[in-house]
Antibody, heavy 122, light 107 residues
């Protein structure tokens, strides 16, 4: 069974750094793109970026480029989303999602993590 | 950039048909995926490649895509279908576009 399990909720102060994780299991982790999606309270889904674990190729949404870093640790089948200096406006739920087909460029996200709630407040 | 426009809300009585639209410039030339999100839960894929249903999704769910509009149709709507629905397309540079989401209310 394909599973994406995310790290737990975080409470941080503005200016602090943070790294959250998404661990994949039940499939060949290296060969499936993993995306990060933000959902602010009461709002819709926003794509942040995507990474291919095998070679760490990464694409960012223009809205998030330079604001976050997506990385991967293949040995632990884990993808990370990282902030160097959080802002209150980073408070949101963050989901990771797996692209269903490693070859078809337009394939859907067939598996999602349970979400990681990030709260940033002074 | 590519803009996907969804109505913020759709209301339907139980047993009737709900149609949730996703508008985009020549969206019919793209493939569209749809996700259902209930409160406090992660999104779930309910339709992919315009009109394919994942296993476990009822046949009451169907999809179409032509011209400037893709549509997710839910027949014989049930209370359990009440959720937010999002359409999704891929851009030309492996970038992702989501619609703003539609809240389906079952009256």
């Amino acid at each position: 069974e394909v599973q994406l399990v995310q790290s737990g909720a975080e409470v941080k102060k503005p200016g602090e750094s943070l790294k959250i994780s998404c661990k994949g299991s039940g499939y060949n982790f290296a060969n499936y793109w993993i995306a990060w999606v933000r959902q602010m309270p009461g709002k819709g889904l926003e794509w942040m970026g995507i990474i291919y674990p095998d070679d760490s190729e990464t694409r960012y949404s223009p809205s998030f480029a330079g604001q976050v870093t997506i990385s991967v640790d293949k040995s632990f089948t884990t993808v990370h989303l990282q902030w160097s200096s959080l802002k209150a406006s980073d408070s949101a739920m963050y989901y990771c999602a797996r692209k269903s087909d490693p070859v078809v460029t337009t394939s859907p996200f067939d598996s999602w993590g349970q979400g990681t709630l990030v709260s940033v407040s002074s | 950039s590519y803009v996907l426009t969804q109505p913020p809300s759709v209301s339907v009585a139980p047993g009737k048909t709900a149609r949730i639209t996703c508008g985009g410039n020549n969206i019919g030339s793209k493939v569209v995926h749809w996700y259902q999100q209930t409160p406090g839960r992660a999104p779930v894929l309910v339709m992919y490649y315009d009109s394919d249903r994942p296993s476990g999704i009822p046949e009451r769910f169907s999809g179409s895509n032509s011209g400037n509009t893709a549509t997710l149709t839910i027949s014989r709507v049930e209370a359990g279908d009440e959720a937010d629905y999002y359409c999704h397309v891929w851009g030309s540079s492996n970038d992702v576009f989501f619609g703003g989401g539609t809240k389906l209310t079952v009256l």
